[in-house]
């Protein structure tokens, strides 16, 4: 490993050379060289003196004494054959050391100091030194706090936390992680907590080089944990010399004092909504709900329940005002509190366009979360999702991928692009980016889900079948699965089997809430067309978060020459619907 970075440390580039002169270690595009003491010494006279000579009797006054006894011209002779040996230079053709016959030497390289500047960035998982697996909340959240207040840096790369994450506990050098996440630096470090103290240590790494560039510990109460959080990214944004912007100033002075209560609660709802199935989602509105018993004024509390609520009504698992409706109040409440908040902003412009269906107000909110937050990856995936009923299907697409670009090892990132492809009717590579999906998270229900809508588009009836069914199985019958499998009989021609499932949608909905659209799309792929319409008209009243690509689902194909269909659009002011 190298060295923590003093005040003062300087590296010198020359070619495809670095020399840190504080360890006394060349490097060669970073892979260190081997070179013994006197020839290194005099690579660093001859460098600190570019383009001057360096006399013979100079090199002898610097690196062998008075007092020493050996055959100078010897000595130097050879040192300068092992450094010539090691740079790979010549004394006929020199490229770096030039020999001036009976004077000395000189440095004849295009030389560079310090050039650690660091422009991409991987924060790894904080340790959780507690060994408590009930506080691993806790040293996640900090690390997602530490990206977050990282990523509002406009000129910084940073690695998103899905990339990170899975180096948790991996035996991996830093140099080996850096490189394959394609970074410059590494961040690393501990958290532990105890009671209301809280400590923790962090180190900044030049990976190309292996040098350490910084470390350093805080203990903070747990109250001012967001101070911490920012001062840590003022740090670490110092040492790498990136340039803030007054805007970004701003942001990551935006701290106060928290309650830790309410903040412990929200690292756990956070926790719960990062896994992303139906049980996180549940469970992490509930700690929000905590959080902002806690304190009615912790705004991002209102943010997270947002979003879980939110994402609970658009996999259609609560009723629109319980899933939507009540993200959208709960973000118009974060952002009363403070407008700052990216996130606050993007479930706004979310939730707006699937419960009121207001598509350019939802836009507008998106918009402003990626000023804000410019790599918030939920916002460029919700922004893309804004797009499709706006009808900039391309412009969707293209945004999609870049969501997908910043976190490439997000399964649910990927199965969403997945779907935009089977909207634009791009089934092919749809079917690739569910695969790559399946790579990411073997079995992941949305990309099986979307895999077997793009199969059954395609004619491929019997797989679409086999995949449903299966996930249906697996899932308990889940309605946002069995629905699907309804389509993949009806399209496949088994309507006895649609209509068994069906039956089992409305025996479901005896209990539970099951939204109109499923069997809407059911009976639209039975041909159904009085049934279908029958019951999209119950889903638009309900104010079904699906109605929001009524205009691009393909399961509705055939229902678009229908006056019914038209007037259906012009109702929810999609644009461009015929007058």
């Known amino acids: 490993m190298g060295n923590v970075r003093p005040a003062g440390h ?17 490097r060669k595009q970073g892979a260190k060289v081997r070179l013994q003491e006197q020839p290194l010494q005099v690579l660093q006279i001859l460098l600190e003196n570019p383009g001057e000579v360096v006399t013979r009797d100079e090199l002898r006054r610097r690196i062998w004494p008075a007092n020493t006894f050996v055959d100078f011209d010897h000595g130097l002779n050879n040192a300068i054959k092992r450094l010539r040996a090691a740079l790979g230079d010549t ?12 004077k000395g030497y000189r440095c004849i390289a295009t030389i560079s100091e310090d050039p650690l500047r660091i422009e991409s960035l991987a924060v790894l998982p904080l340790e959780n030194l507690s060994r408590d697996p009930e506080q691993e909340y806790f040293a996640e959240g900090m690390t997602e706090a530490l990206i977050t207040n990282l990523t509002k840096i406009g000129a910084l790369r940073v690695v998103s936390r899905t990339s990170v994450m899975q180096y948790k506990g991996a035996r991996k050098s830093l140099r080996e992680i850096a490189r394959e996440l394609q970074v410059d630096g590494v961040v690393e470090g501990t958290v532990q907590r105890s009671g209301e103290r809280l400590r923790i240590s962090a180190q ?44 970004e100033r701003t942001q ?27 049980e996180g989602l549940k469970k992490g509105g509930e700690y929000f ?7 009615p004024s912790y705004a991002p509390a209102y943010a997270g329940l ?19 409706g009540r993200g959208k109040a709960a973000a118009i409440k974060a952002l009363a509190v403070d407008d700052t908040i990216a996130e606050a902003h993007a479930s706004l412009g979310f939730n707006l366009a699937h419960y009121d269906f207001d598509f350019p107000a939802a836009e507008k909110e998106l918009q402003r979360a990626l000023e804000l937050n410019p790599r918030y990856t939920t916002a460029v995936e919700w922004h893309a999702m804004s797009l499709i009923p706006l009808g900039r299907v391309d412009e969707a697409l293209s945004e999609i991928m870049r969501a997908v670009h910043l976190e490439p090892f997000s399964a649910i990132l990927t199965a969403v692009a997945a779907m935009m492809f089977w909207l634009a009717r791009k089934y092919e590579s749809g079917a690739d980016m569910c695969r790559r999906a399946l790579e990411l998270e073997p079995d992941f229900p949305p990309a099986r889900r979307a895999l077997a809508t793009i199969l059954s588009q395609q004619g491929m009836h019997d ?31 088994r309507r006895g089997d649609a209509f068994e499932v069906l039956d089992q949608l409305h025996e479901f909905s005896t209990h539970r809430y099951v939204s109109a659209y499923l069997p809407a799309t059911i009976y ?56």
């Open 10 to 26: 300087r590296i010198i580039q020359f070619g495809v050379f670095a020399l840190d002169l504080r360890s006394g270690e060349l």
């Open 91 to 102: 004394a006929e053709r020199p490229r770096y050391i030039e020999t001036l016959a009976r």
């Open 204 to 247: 900044l790494l030049h990976a190309p080089s292996d040098t350490h560039l910084w470390a350093e510990s805080y203990d903070r109460e747990l109250r001012d944990v967001l101070a911490l959080q920012a001062e840590l990214a003022h740090a670490i944004a110092g040492e790498i010399r990136v340039k803030l912007t007054p805007r």
């Open 252 to 278: 990551l002075a935006r701290t106060g004092p928290v309650n830790p209560e309410a903040y412990e609660a929200y690292l756990k709802g956070r926790f719960h909504w990062n896994k992303r199935s139906v």
């Open 289 to 295: 709900q905590e959080a902002i018993e806690k304190d």
């Open 306 to 324: 947002a979003d879980s609520a939110g994402i609970l009504g658009w996999w259609c698992f609560v009723p629109p005002e319980d899933g939507c």
């Open 463 to 493: 797989s679409a079948i086999a995949e449903m069914e299966d996930l249906v199985r697996v899932s308990g019958g889940l309605p946002v699965f069995t629905h699907v499998l309804g389509i993949c009989y009806a399209t496949a021609g």
């Open 524 to 579: 639209a792929a039975l041909n159904e067309i009085d049934q279908a319409f029958r019951w999209i008209e119950l889903a638009y009243q309900e104010r079904a978060p699906w109605m929001v690509y009524t205009k691009e689902f393909p399961w509705l194909d055939n229902l678009r020459a229908d006056p019914r269909f038209q007037h259906l659009l012009r109702r929810m002011k999609f644009p461009d619907a015929a007058s």
